[in-house]
């Protein structure tokens, strides 16, 4: 049950609990709503697409359904996974259509208080600014959580070519 609280900056807001999944990405704890994620798969086999943008890795099929496979990697603009080492995948959905999105690895799930989220702070890493809800601070590190509409709105990012 949510109860009201009043904030520091006289904002009302609902309390209450939401779960995140964990997803690690280049060092970066990330966190992903849980009622967005469909699965979390190990390293798949993925089907190249010849002309897809750099990001797309390519499709995966998933229990008979062909699923895109975004490289999160290279969307933000980070280095590439090591060489030997695969990604996971976790699968969400962005206007009716699954997408595998890689990551390093896959954490736990979190629940964390609604009246401890933030906006994202100014100090926060661009790249992930513009794909972040807001954030949590956990005891030792940030929690952006990833806002699945902005990282797989291609059509306005500026990054499908």
Known sequence: MNNLVVRDDLSLVATGKQDFVT?????????????????????????????????????????GKIVTAIDLRQRLGLPPLEAGKQSMSVVVEHKEEPYSLQIDTVGEVLSLDDADFERNPVTLDQRWREVSRGIYRLENKLLPILDVDRLLAFESSGKAA
């Open 23 to 63: 997803v690690v990405l280049e060092g970066q704890t990330l966190g992903i709503p849980v009622l967005s994620v469909h699965d979390v798969l190990n390293p798949q086999q993925i089907t190249k697409i010849p002309l897809a943008p750099a990001w797309v890795s390519g499709v995966l099929n998933l229990r």
